[in-house]
């Protein structure tokens, strides 16, 4: 894991398409911006559990009432 200390403004790059800006710094927090390209998910860690567990129930539901799984 890198770790990088950055002040308000300043910003870190990922490759040549992925900017993370700090916007401001608030009691405990921090503000963040990021800039990417559409294609890329952007998930909070704490909704990805969650998410991925509905992935799943929605695709072994899908698979077991059909044969073939199709999107609505």
Request: glycine share 8%.
């Amino acid at each position: 894991m890198l770790v990088l200390t950055r002040k308000k403004e300043e910003e870190i790059r990922i490759g040549d398409e992925i900017t993370i800006k700090v916007i401001s710094l608030k009691g405990g927090g921090v503000r963040l911006g990021i800039d990417a390209p559409k294609e890329i998910s952007i998930v909070r860690s704490e909704l990805l559990s969650g998410f991925e567990t509905c992935v799943a129930v929605s695709s072994d539901v899908a698979s077991a009432s059909s044969p073939v799984a199709t999107a609505s």
